[in-house]
């Protein structure tokens, strides 16, 4: 579990020696901490993400086989990519696990299991290799969640947090809903033009989006953010996507799942 910002009351007590709580905590990080990518010359600290100061969320839409609500987009994770929109990739084998369900379970997470197997889905049917992917590849490689960076760690507690922070991110961003609402329906016969689903997009999230088709029809969307202090309960900013969109101008099919 990670401390809320709202604690700074509790901070004071247990400076003062009165508590001596054993919640573990990500360190509390300065105001004046720089966002991410804001400063090429700035080193990876427990309150700067670096080098993957870029944090993207990702999603799917996936229709054959399709995955999900009919009515949801689903997630696919949470990246840290490079300034440069180059990334980082596996970074730590020692934490690489393949017990993710067990590891939330034990963390009393179990609700998350619950969302995560409605809307964090494999298209091959198998989560708990698509959650330890995710984890293995994308979520070593966030450094302001190292284990140096809590106090009090407990194993695997950065695993914990690092699947309740995407979850939380992806429930601030409902792809299905913001292009709805534009008139952008999932449809057998309708195409739409790149810009219109990219306006769409931009007009929820406040900054471009990246967009994933395959064969034509459109399948991914990415979340760019920069963010002040760590990944957990720093500031996020949403920022221009660092990837040129993978989808034809026009013409793009938004199939039904
Ligand atoms: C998950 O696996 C790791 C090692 O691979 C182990 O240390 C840990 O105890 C396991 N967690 C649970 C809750 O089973």
């Excluded at 995560?116 to 698509?130: A, I, K, P, Q, S």
Aim: proline share 4%; hydrophobic share 30%.
């Amino acid at each position: 579990m990670f401390q809320s910002q709202s604690s700074k009351g509790m901070l004071a007590l247990a400076a003062m020696g009165l508590i001596t709580g054993s919640t573990a905590s990500l360190e509390t990080c300065e105001s004046s901490t720089p966002f991410s990518c804001s400063s090429s010359s700035a080193e990876p600290t427990c309150c700067f993400n670096s080098p993957g100061g870029a944090l993207l969320l990702t999603q799917f839409w996936d229709t054959d086989p399709s995955t999900g609500p009919k009515d949801s987009w689903t997630i696919h994770g949470l990246w840290p990519d490079n300034c440069d929109g180059t990334y980082e990739a596996s970074c730590d084998s020692k934490r690489a696990y393949s017990n993710i369900t067990a590891i939330l379970q034990d963390q009393n997470l179990g609700d998350l299991v619950d969302y995560m197997d409605e809307y964090w889905v494999d298209m091959n049917g198998d989560n708990e290799d698509f959650w330890s992917h995710e984890w293995n590849k994308h979520g070593t490689c966030i450094n302001t969640i190292e284990p140096s960076c809590y106090s009090d760690y407990k194993a695997q507690e950065e695993v914990g947090d690092y699947f309740q922070k995407t979850v939380e991110l992806f429930k601030t961003l409902d792809t299905y809903k913001a292009l709805d609402a534009a008139g952008i329906t999932p449809s057998t016969s309708k195409t739409y033009s790149l810009s219109e689903i990219q306006e769409a997009l931009t007009d929820m999230h406040g900054a471009s989006v990246y967009l994933g088709c395959s064969s034509g029809e459109l399948n991914e969307a990415w979340y760019f953010y920069n963010v002040k202090g760590n990944v957990v309960d720093g500031t996020y900013k949403a920022v221009e996507t660092l990837t040129d969109s993978g989808c034809p101008k026009t013409g793009i099919k938004y199939l039904p799942k």
